[in-house]
């Protein structure tokens, strides 16, 4: 019986990840998904938000995506998105002026705006703003 799932972590632009997993866990439509070895098979959507791999060595790596799909197979995780990178990675002073961005353009609504694009881009960021928190939080511990 194996104790390990693949994970695969892959962007538009390259694969981020690759590798032996023990748990994965990502923000679904519906909530948080908690994926362990033997998992039922299935797909659904993501949200813009946090990818946790607890690797083998319980060492847990996280990744921002912006949305995308998962995919669960019995032995695999696929992560497919438009776009995948490493917290450590983000750049949290960009993330904050696509925020208060996106929130300015929501205040501000004119005919010119589109709304829907501005909640969109509002999400990002702030997904990419939590993402940098959890990862700050788990460095404490």
Do not use: W
């Not at 390990?4 to 690759?18: G, K, L, N, P």
């Not at 696929?78 to 776009?83: G, I, K, Y």
């Not at 205040?107 to 990862?135: F, G, Y």
């Amino acid at each position: 019986m194996s104790h390990t799932i693949r994970c695969d972590i892959v962007s538009a632009e390259a694969e981020i990840f690759h590798g032996e997993a023990t748990m994965v866990v990502a923000t679904g439509e519906l909530g948080e998904l908690g994926i362990t070895p033997r998992h039922a098979p299935l797909i659904t959507r993501l949200k813009p938000g946090h990818v946790d791999v607890v690797l083998v060595s319980g060492e847990r790596q996280q990744f921002y995506v912006s949305g995308g799909i998962l995919e669960v197979q019995p032995q695999v995780v696929t992560v497919l998105a438009d776009t995948a990178v490493r917290a450590t990675d983000l750049d949290e002073a960009a993330a904050q002026q696509a925020k208060r961005e996106a929130q300015e353009a929501l205040a501000n609504r004119s005919d010119t705006i589109d709304v829907a694009e501005a909640q969109a881009k509002l999400a990002e960021a702030m997904a990419q703003l939590q993402a940098l928190e959890r990862l700050r939080k788990n460095l404490k511990h």
